[in-house]
């Protein structure tokens, strides 16, 4: 099974609401990943998990909160977003992280809209 | 972190016909990924070369790298309109940066 899957495929949230993304694997890989992308633009990485540690936290705002409950499972949870939140959001795996980068595998992505 | 550069942004491209998509760096690094993006959907890995690497091919894919100039280019040959894309470069420093992307149009 090489598939990332994530879920929803679509959000569509007010400026109060609390939802959370899910994102899974079953592939082994010890790296999570989760990227933000705006339309017409390269994925920005927002976190990285390692070894289910959060290893990297791209400054990313306290309304974006990230978990990973399991070697397989990634969350993103989403509070008080503004407008300019609403983005395609992408999870990635790769088998470790680190300076000698492995390919990291995508999912389909959860198109976000802030209302 | 540095993000790569990428040209064209766009080309557009008769099917048959081969696209060549460059990248460029700043610092040194070890390998080069080169990724594939359909419209709103999520990337695909297409090719990794390795900084003693020159050359890698991969089906109709060509990747070249030039470590001395800091560079690397895809070549898709005999393109055909499922190659129609965004296509990234990736390279790491501390994480995977990104280039801009170049969107690649395939007409029939």
């Known amino acids: 099974d090489t598939e990332v899957t994530q879920t929803p495929k679509h959000l569509v949230m007010g400026m109060t609401n609390k939802k959370s993304l899910k994102c899974e694997q079953h592939?082994?890989?010890?790296?999570m990943y989760w990227y933000k992308q705006k339309a017409k633009k390269p994925p920005e990485l927002m976190f990285v998990?390692?070894?289910?540690?959060?290893?990297i936290n791209e400054s990313v705002p306290s309304r974006f909160s990230p978990e990973c409950p399991n070697s397989s499972l990634l969350n993103l949870h989403l509070h008080a977003l503004q407008p300019e939140d609403s983005a395609l959001y992408l999870c990635?795996?790769?088998?470790?992280?680190?300076?000698?980068?492995?390919?990291?595998?995508f999912g389909p992505g959860t198109r976000l809209t802030v209302t | 972190s540095q993000q790569g550069e990428e040209d064209p942004q766009a080309l557009s491209i008769q099917e048959g016909e081969n696209a060549t998509m460059n990248c460029s760096y700043k610092?040194?690094?070890?390998?080069l990924q080169w990724y594939r993006q359909n419209s709103g959907r999520g990337l695909v890995h297409l090719i990794l070369?390795?900084?003693?690497?020159r050359e890698k091919h991969s089906g109709r894919l060509r990747v070249t790298l030039d470590t001395s100039k800091k560079s690397s280019s895809l070549l898709i040959t005999a393109s055909r309109a499922a190659d129609t894309a965004s296509y990234f470069c990736?390279?790491?420093?501390?994480?995977?940066?990104f280039g801009a992307g170049t969107t690649v149009t395939v007409r029939a």
């Open positions: 990635a795996s790769s088998y470790f992280t680190g300076q000698d980068s492995y390919e990291q595998y």
């Open positions: 592939m082994g890989h010890r790296a």
């Open positions: 998990y390692s070894y289910e540690k959060l290893s």
């Open positions: 610092t040194s690094i070890n390998n």
């Open positions: 070369i390795r900084s003693n690497e």
């Open positions: 990736a390279f790491n420093d501390y994480k995977l940066s």
